[in-house]
């Protein structure tokens, strides 16, 4: 299997681990730990398997978010809750969310147990935790025992996997995490780019002063749309996480992988139907990517 073909497998079914971070449900279990409201409850339980870290390290694996606006809420969320509290209390959610978004039938079907074991076979491949810090913070927590609890950690160890490997090929193309935000939702396929600023938490004229210093680069032109030096960095950006990506998917095979999408992906779309996404998530090519 190349790494193309992996690569579209992972995107594709990257949307079955990301709900965590819209589900009421989770959000629910998270303030019941302790957590505040807002963006504490993201930052945190996606950190938490790091244990009580600083803002700086968060600020260095998620990459692409404002240091200013990781410092309002980390450290000071490991005061109201402790991390094992928060993992555990994400993983509550995960549970009732997959359970009223797809139902008891699904939950319990043969197939379900199916998908968590071919999702699992991938993660369990993955070659190990080199370089790859928040990935190694996942690997570390236990396995979930239920089949679709199975299949959101699976998909979540290789999803952190392949973005701890995206860092480093952001890093190799000389892209910051502002800027690697910027020209990716240039390219359309990522987040709208108003949804991507405030969510990040970047300011105004910090994004036009980074819009500005690519547009010197030759990377961004007038209109703030990539010029082809822009498409050619990105291209070499997603091609190498690509190919770091790769192992788990070839290892679990091109037959395997098709088995996988084939179970999966109507799930992904009945998360997706329900609403539970914001509109102004995804860019104007976003399905390009999937």
């Known amino acids: 299997m190349d790494s193309h073909a992996a690569g579209r497998a992972a995107r594709s079914l990257e949307l079955l681990h990301s709900f965590v971070y819209f589900a009421p449900e989770v959000d629910e279990a998270l303030g019941a730990v302790g957590l505040a409201s807002g963006r504490v409850r993201y930052f945190a339980s996606r950190s938490a398997a790091l244990g009580a870290v600083g803002a700086g390290v968060v600020t260095a694996v998620f990459y692409n978010f404002s240091p200013r606006l990781v410092a309002s809420v980390i450290p000071a969320a490991w005061q109201d809750a402790a991390p094992q509290d928060i993992v555990a209390a994400r993983v509550a959610g995960v549970d009732a969310a997959l359970r009223r978004l797809l139902g008891a039938d699904t939950i319990a079907s043969p197939e379900m147990a199916e998908a968590a074991e071919l999702a699992a076979t991938a993660a369990r491949a993955i070659p190990g935790p080199d370089g790859r810090p ?120 091109e037959s395997d992988v098709e088995r996988l999408l084939d179970l999966a992906l109507p799930w992904r779309d009945t998360i997706t139907d329900s609403g539970l996404f914001p509109a102004t998530l995804f860019g104007p090519r976003y399905g390009d990517a999937r």
């Open 134 to 253: 928040l990935y190694a913070a996942h690997a570390d927590l236990p396995w979930p025992d239920a089949p679709h609890l199975v299949l959101w950690h699976a998909l979540t160890l290789l999803r952190e996997y392949r973005g701890d490997g995206h860092v480093a090929a952001l890093q190799t193309a000389g892209l910051n995490g502002l800027e690697a935000l910027i020209t990716h939702t240039a390219s359309g396929i990522g987040f709208s780019e108003e949804f991507a600023r405030r969510r990040r938490g970047w300011t105004e004229d910090e994004w036009a002063g980074a819009v500005s210093e690519l547009r010197e680069r030759g990377l961004l032109d007038r209109r703030g749309e990539l010029t082809g030096d822009g498409f050619e960095v990105r291209e070499l950006v997603e091609d190498l996480t690509d190919d770091l990506a790769a192992a788990p998917w070839a290892a679990l095979g």
